[in-house]
């Protein structure tokens, strides 16, 4: 247990030196002409040291917001709207994906058609009608994963209800906080683990894995050539499957800044009371039930 603590705290003192290290020098992690920097990038990608980093700003985070209320508000409102816009964005993607399937429809059974050919500022792009009919897959999985931040920070989430509805105000904020750190932090630090690797399986070769050291991974820096994954599930269907890799990355990324920031939410909710449930949320609501409430507001008031 004892060599367990010095390793965390030798860990979070390491942090801030490797995170100014990374700042000070990005061209040995960015400059993916050269193939130690792109291996770096890969290692440290799903490192101890990504881990103690993101960690140690977590807890440098917290403790200022601990002393300055104000700042944590704006924090949380970063990456709230962070979360907010990047979903009210990429929802659209749903109607591009109706709009598509309805063009290929009319081309595939009124016009005959078995090819797409679009060619704006003089790049032509010619894709058969089954490439365009398996990219709406693409659409979807951009909803799911873009869009689940947006989702939660909107209430919209599924919650298993057992005891949460029936305790007060500040055990309720308890409980928000318990959930990110023991459940959401941890299965979504995991999950990026699994998708970090699993991503740039299908990117490059030799392949890395998670247990590689930093020395063996830049011995493979030797031999590394992009091998950007091109097989589709038929043979003029949809290449490109390699996007639905780095967009599991990307909401893994976004669930963990929206854990945080759910947690600093719910820490300003239990010392500032009931009077800051939802404060500063940009949630969307719909015209007839902001005139239903205002109507409702005018009954009691009479």
């Not at 598509?100 to 894709?127: A, D, H, K, M, N």
């Not at 500063?280 to 009479?302: C, K, M, Q, S």
């Amino acid at each position: 247990m004892l060599d367990f603590i010095v390793w965390v705290i030798s860990n979070v003192g390491l942090s801030v030196v490797n995170l100014l290290q990374a700042i000070t020098n990005p061209a040995a992690w960015l400059d993916w002409s050269n193939k130690q920097s792109l291996m770096r990038f890969i290692y440290y990608g799903g490192s101890v040291e990504l881990l103690f980093v993101v960690l140690t700003t977590f807890l440098v985070i917290t403790i200022i917001g601990f002393w300055k209320n104000g700042f944590l508000w704006r924090v949380v409102g970063g990456l709230e709207f962070f979360a907010n816009w990047t979903g009210r964005f990429f929802a659209w993607a749903g109607l591009l994906m109706v709009l598509q399937q309805i063009v290929i429809v009319f081309l595939q059974r009124i016009f005959l058609v078995s090819e797409i050919t679009i060619g704006p500022f003089g790049y032509v792009f010619t894709r058969d009608l089954s490439w365009f009919s398996e990219e709406l897959k693409l659409y979807n999985a951009m909803i799911v994963t873009l869009c689940a931040t947006y989702t939660f920070v909107q209430g919209g989430h599924v919650r298993v209800d057992l005891v949460y509805s029936a305790v007060n105000h500040r055990k309720k904020r308890l409980i928000d906080m318990f959930g990110s750190l023991v459940f959401m932090m941890p299965m979504i630090t995991l999950t990026w683990l699994y998708s970090w690797y699993f991503m740039w399986r299908h990117l490059v070769t030799p392949k890395v894995s998670a247990s590689d050291t930093l020395e063996r991974v830049l011995l493979k820096a030797r031999a590394v050539r992009w091998n950007v994954e091109t097989i589709g599930f038929s043979p003029n269907g949809f290449d490109g499957y390699f996007l639905f890799k780095v967009l599991i990355v990307a909401f893994c990324g976004m669930v963990f800044l929206q854990a945080m920031a759910f947690f600093w939410r719910s820490y300003l909710e239990f010392i500032e009371g009931e009077e800051s449930i939802d404060k500063n949320l940009d949630r969307d609501t719909l015209g007839d039930v902001d005139e239903t409430a205002e109507h409702v507001a005018e009954l009691h008031a009479h």
